[in-house]
Structures are given as structure tokens and as C-alpha cells.
């Protein structure tokens, strides 16, 4: 699917899957305009000095349990791409989304992410979005990635220590 003439607003754009995620957007349309909504303006310049030449990347200062930055961020937006550390957070600023008149949300979850698997809090906060989404009226895509390797180190410490590099 291609997206013309809209504004996408972007969290968690300065990790990994963010940055990815906004170059593979800018590379995708010509007239897809980005927001990024970031705690810092000027580091996030930086990460995106090369994209920024064709003036499609606009910024949005916040933090994402501010949520009057996030409603300021999310004017004339029509699509939410939703990443953070903390889901918790997560379930207001889908409803601020909501409220602004977001016509489609994508949301990062976790693979594990089922009622079945539901024995960590943060699967169970992942769960819980999920499940707010599925409520409201607006369009919402749920991504259930597989898991990442440094997420949880700690757990793959043994494997590595293990393993037999030849």
C-alpha cells in the first residue's frame, strides 16, 4: 500500500526499529510527511541529517507521559505509529490519539502477546492496549514481532557462553 499526501506521526523514532522505520517511510513516497515525537529535538536532528534535506521530517518535542505534547504532536496527523518502553503509558496516548482525529494506529507489541502467554507485566500491558485498540473506532494494525535478542540479554547469557565460536 502506498500513503500519499499524509503525516505520520512517529514514537520511539530514535531506536532501532524507529529510525529503520522512518527511513524505509521516506524511501517509500515522495510526498509522506513525517513527525517525529522525541524528548530531544537536536539528537534526533542528527540521526536524520541526511534524510532531512528534502524538508519532509517535522518535529514534535515531548515525552510520552506528557500527554498535552503528545495532542500538540498529533495535530494534522493521520496516522500513529506506536513504540515505546512502557505500554503502560501506551493506553492514554491511544486515547489522546483517538480524540485527535488519528485515522490509523500501528502498534508494536510482542510476539507473546496472547492470553495464553500473559505471564509477565509487561506482556500483560501489551495485552491490555491491545485490547483498548480493538475498542475504539479508529483502524489499528497490531505488529507482533519475534523477540529481540537485546531485550532480554540476560536470558540468552548462558546460550552465548556456551556456544562454540570456530
Known amino acids: 500500500m502506498v500513503i500519499r499526501n499524509e503525516r505520520i506521526l512517529v514514537t520511539g523514532a530514535t531506536g532501532q526499529i524507529g529510525q529503520s522505520l522512518v527511513r524505509q517511510l521516506l524511501a517509500g513516497s515522495d510526498d509522506m510527511r513525517v513527525r517525529l515525537f522525541v ?6 536532528r542528527s540521526l536524520f541529517a541526511n534524510e532531512e534535506s528534502a524538508g519532509r521530517i517535522e518535529y514534535s518535542q515531548g515525552t510520552n507521559e506528557d500527554l498535552l505534547s503528545l495532542a500538540v504532536a498529533l495535530v494534522d496527523v493521520d496516522r500513529l505509529f506506536l513504540l515505546t518502553i512502557k505500554p503502560v503509558l501506551e493506553m492514554e496516548m491511544v486515547k489522546v490519539a483517538e480524540a485527535s482525529g488519528v485515522k490509523h494506529i500501528v502498534k508494536l507489541s510482542c510476539i507473546v502477546a ?13 495485552m491490555a492496549v491491545q485490547s483498548l485498540l480493538a475498542s475504539l473506532s479508529v483502524p489499528f494494525t497490531i ?16 546460550w552465548h557462553e556456551n556456544f562454540q565460536f570456530e
Open 39 to 44: 524528548r530531544n529535538t537536536a539528537v534526533t
Open 114 to 126: 496472547t492470553e495464553q502467554l500473559a505471564v509477565e507485566e509487561l506482556v500483560q500491558q501489551h
Open 143 to 158: 505488529l507482533w514481532p519475534g523477540v529481540f535478542m537485546e531485550v532480554r540479554p540476560q536470558r540468552f547469557q548462558s
